[in-house]
């Protein structure tokens, strides 16, 4: 079984940045992708972005330019460096992997914005 660990949510100004840490509980090389995904009051979760295995990354196109998802296999952990965050940015931030036919998610972290 996988645990994911999310933390580095907090509060910051509309122009500041955030670095989110995915901390997971076995090694994430043999993981075919990892992801962060954000649900924000009153809405459905969302992808943020992924990274596969081989390093490829995707993007919501709303965070394009701003964030960046990387992986440090070495310290099974994936993360998530956020800039120029926008209040829309607000959500509860989760960390997600797939392994096999099992999902699992984090607890997720809380990042506010605040125009």
């Known amino acids: 079984q996988v645990q994911l660990v999310e933390s580095g949510g907090g509060l910051v100004q509309a122009g500041g940045s955030l670095r989110l840490s995915c901390a997971a509980s076995?090694?994430?090389?043999?993981?075919?992708?990892m992801g962060w995904y954000r649900q924000a009051p009153g809405k459905q979760r969302e992808l943020v972005a992924n990274?596969?295995?081989?390093?490829?990354?995707n993007y919501a196109d709303s965070v394009k330019g701003r964030f960046t998802i990387s992986r440090d296999n070495a310290k099974n952990t994936v993360y998530l460096q956020m800039n120029s965050l926008k209040p829309e940015d607000t959500a509860v931030y989760y960390c997600?992997?797939?392994?096999?036919?099992?999902?699992?998610w984090g607890k997720g972290t809380l990042v506010t914005v605040s125009s």
């Open positions: 990274i596969h295995r081989g390093g490829s990354t």
């Open positions: 076995g090694s994430i090389f043999s993981f075919n992708a």
């Open positions: 997600n992997t797939v392994v096999g036919i099992s999902i699992y």
